[in-house]
C-alpha cells in the first residue's frame, strides 16, 4: 500500500551525507519503510493528496493559471505572477542579479502606469538608480536599454548626477 505524505520526512544535512548524497539535496524517508524519495516525488504526493487526484507540480501550475485551482494564499498568486513578469528581463538579460531584475520589473511597471524619467527615478529613490545606472557596466549595455530605456541612457537627465 502507498505511503501517505504524512507519513515522509525530510533527511537532514548529516543523514543525506551518510547516505552518500549531498547536504544540500532535499529528500524524504519513509518513516515505516525507510524508503527515499525526491523532493518533487514528494511534492507530487502532497499534491495529489490535497487535490484528490493523481497531478504533478507541473500540471497544478497550469490549472492554478487557467483559474482551476486555486492558489493556497494570495502571497502565492503574487509571487507566481511577479515571477512571470521577471522572467522576460531574466532571458533578456544573461546572469541578471534578482535584486537588479527587480529593480529593472519595478521600473516597467512604473512606466506602463504612465510614469516619466523623473518620476520613476523619484519613484525608486536615489539608491535604487545608481544601481541603475552602473548596469550597463555589468550586463550587456543594449539588453539594459532595451529594458531600461531613458533611464539607462540619459541618467542625468532625471536626477542621477554622473
Do not use: C, W
Amino acid at each position: 500500500m502507498p505511503s501517505s505524505s504524512s507519513s515522509f520526512r525530510r533527511l537532514s544535512p548529516s543523514e543525506l551525507i551518510q547516505r552518500g548524497l549531498s547536504p544540500k539535496a532535499r529528500n524524504y524517508v519513509d518513516i515505516q519503510s525507510g524508503n527515499l524519495i525526491s523532493a518533487r516525488k514528494y511534492t507530487n504526493m502532497r499534491l495529489s493528496e490535497e487535490l484528490g487526484v493523481d497531478t504533478t507540480i507541473e500540471k497544478t501550475a497550469r490549472a492554478r493559471e487557467r483559474g482551476e485551482q486555486r492558489y493556497k494564499s494570495r502571497e502565492s498568486r503574487e509571487r507566481t505572477e511577479y515571477r512571470k513578469r521577471a522572467e522576460p528581463v531574466r532571458n533578456s538579460i544573461p546572469g541578471v542579479l534578482r535584486k537588479d531584475a527587480h529593480l529593472i520589473v519595478r521600473a516597467q511597471e512604473l512606466r506602463s502606469q504612465g510614469y516619466s524619467g523623473p518620476e520613476i527615478a523619484r519613484a525608486l529613490g536615489t539608491e535604487a538608480m545608481q544601481r541603475i545606472k552602473r548596469m550597463p557596466a555589468i550586463y550587456p549595455r543594449s539588453q539594459v536599454q532595451e529594458a531600461l530605456g531613458s533611464l539607462v541612457v540619459a541618467p542625468e537627465s532625471h536626477g542621477i548626477a554622473a
